[in-house]
């Protein structure tokens, strides 16, 4: 906030702060060089909260013999479960096999290739499952008597993006959020820009320019004048939340006769996610964007393909969709176009600028450090990657170095903790740990007892909790904490979005009546 009506000198201007723009801030950050981030909403408002919550290789991706990516993604895998354990954590999926769909041989060699594209440190391999002997078995028709199991992993998708966005900050970064880049500016030796937000504008010098904007990237491209939009081919993806429909921490893969693939995932305790729809996207409503009654019926159809327990619309207690800005290609569906990532480096109209097209969630960390490989060099700037060795906030439960011992152990260094805040109940140290990690300890300095945790807001959200995204985590709004610092939202009662809004005003009055 208080970086609005000043003048900013800077190395790299961020435009986004979608989990690319973050994690090119980041990266750039650790290797000295001056940063400013601007995001004209909330951290991960858009596309990046709107994922699957997965880090994963993209097994489907074989099919379509995209081996690279796959490769890539496996190897991301590895290095962002040792990174984040906390928010990241080992997930076994079963993908129930009948008669009709993808011969089994086809489907046991895939998962062999996906066990030995990348190197494996700690995740089991593949295996064949008879339903009758697992307990999963019972949520599943009669008609599937064998599975295949195979492991990937779960992700906050949101929460990632802002512990990229406060690491960067730890590291020198600067990062304004809901703020916009009104007017970009370019000439021989650096860009000048104008980012407006609710406090004024902020003018700023930058030495290079990355357009990390996600689905509006080939429009912001066009505004800085290197050219007209790139077409970007727009794919939405929406998802469905419904009661819990099995037992079990596992994940179900299932095979749809389209050929398409739906996961249905264990969401928040009590609920199961189902998704995700490919469906081309009008570019002209990137803001807005919603599930539709037909996006809907084709989640419900695939569980009922399925699952014994039978759902339709009005099981479904959340939705939520996103656009994914895909490389455009020659044509073909909209599930078949590549989730990799295309840079764009123009260097010849004046100052540097990198745009960035593509990507997805579990490539993140190699895209950003592929990004600042060119910038550094561009500005002048020899300083080695660093981000493959290097924990997210609160990800090092057990050292600075990412290690496998923090995935593995994850529940002793749980149960470590559970004695030294043994006065806060079960549930709530465990939403606790798993969202914050190691700033724990920062989040609760000043608590000693249930009462320092101050005034329970809404359901299972205290003051103490509120006030820390507020100063450290940019939350403005209850949207903000209620969806995308945690998911509470899908746990209070109706108008507790009011009740933290009216907090949240009140608390900044008195902020300023303070100053």
């Given at each position: ?81 040792k990174s984040a354990p906390h928010i990241i954590r080992p997930l076994r999926f079963l993908m129930p096999h009948a008669a009709g769909q993808r011969p089994a041989w086809m489907i046991r060699a895939g998962l062999f290739l996906y066990d030995h594209l990348a190197r494996r440190d700690f995740l089991p391999a593949s295996s064949t499952v008879v339903l009758r002997n697992h307990p999963a078995g ?378």
């Open positions: 906030m208080g970086e609005h009506g000043k003048r900013i000198e800077c190395d790299v201007l961020v435009v986004g702060g979608g989990i690319n723009g973050a994690g090119i801030a980041r990266d750039a950050a650790g290797r000295g060089l001056r940063v400013v981030l601007c995001e004209k909403d909330d951290l991960a408002q858009h596309t990046s909260s709107a994922s699957s919550k997965l880090i994963h290789g993209g097994l489907r991706y074989l099919e379509q013999y995209h081996f690279g990516l796959v490769r890539k993604a496996l190897a991301e895998r590895e290095v962002l479960l019972a949520a599943l028709q009669r008609r599937f008597t064998q599975a295949f199991a195979y492991s990937d992993a779960w992700v906050d998708d949101a929460r990632l993006v802002v512990l990229a966005a406060l690491d960067a900050r730890e590291r020198g970064a600067t990062i304004l959020t809901r703020t916009r880049c009104a007017r970009v500016r370019r000439d021989a030796r650096r860009w000048e820009a104008d980012l407006e937000g609710s406090d004024g504008t902020v003018h700023v010098h930058a030495r290079c320019l990355v357009n990390a904007a996600g689905p509006w990237a080939g429009s912001f491209l066009q505004a800085t004048g290197a050219g007209p939009a790139r077409p970007l081919r727009l794919v939405k993806g929406s998802h469905i939340v419904v009661p819990r429909l099995f037992d079990g921490d596992q994940a179900f893969l299932l095979q749809q006769p389209d050929g398409r693939i739906v996961f249905a995932l264990p969401y928040e305790g009590a609920f199961t996610l189902v998704g995700t729809t490919d469906v081309d996207h009008d570019a002209q409503d990137v803001d807005r964007v919603a599930i539709s009654p037909a996006e809907t019926a084709y989640l419900c159809d695939a569980v009922n393909r399925c699952f014994e327990r039978r759902i339709g619309p009005d099981d479904v207690v959340w939705s939520y969709a996103g656009v994914r800005p895909l490389i455009a290609d020659d044509g073909g569906s909209a599930s078949s176009a590549s989730r990799d990532y295309r840079f764009e480096h123009d260097t010849a109209g004046g100052a540097p600028l990198l745009s960035v097209f593509g990507g997805k969630v579990t490539t993140f960390r190699k895209l950003a450090e592929q990004a600042v490989d060119w910038i550094g060099p561009v500005l002048g700037r020899q300083v080695p990657a660093w981000t493959a060795h290097a924990c997210l906030p609160g990800g090092d439960l057990y050292g600075k170095e990412p290690v496998a011992r923090a995935v593995l152990e994850y529940d002793a260094w749980v149960r470590t903790r559970r004695q030294q805040f043994a006065w806060l109940p079960d549930g709530l140290l465990a939403r606790y740990a798993r969202s914050y990690g190691t700033r724990l300890a920062t989040l609760l300095a000043h608590c000693r007892a249930r009462a320092d945790l101050g005034e329970e807001i809404v359901a299972g959200l205290y003051e103490v909790e509120a006030d820390y995204l507020v100063r450290q985590e940019w939350a403005t709004a209850a949207d903000d904490i209620l969806w995308r610092r945690t998911k509470l939202g899908l746990h209070v009662a109706p108008g507790a979005a009011r009740r933290l809004d009216a907090w949240l005003t009140a608390r900044r009055r008195s902020t300023v009546a303070a100053q």
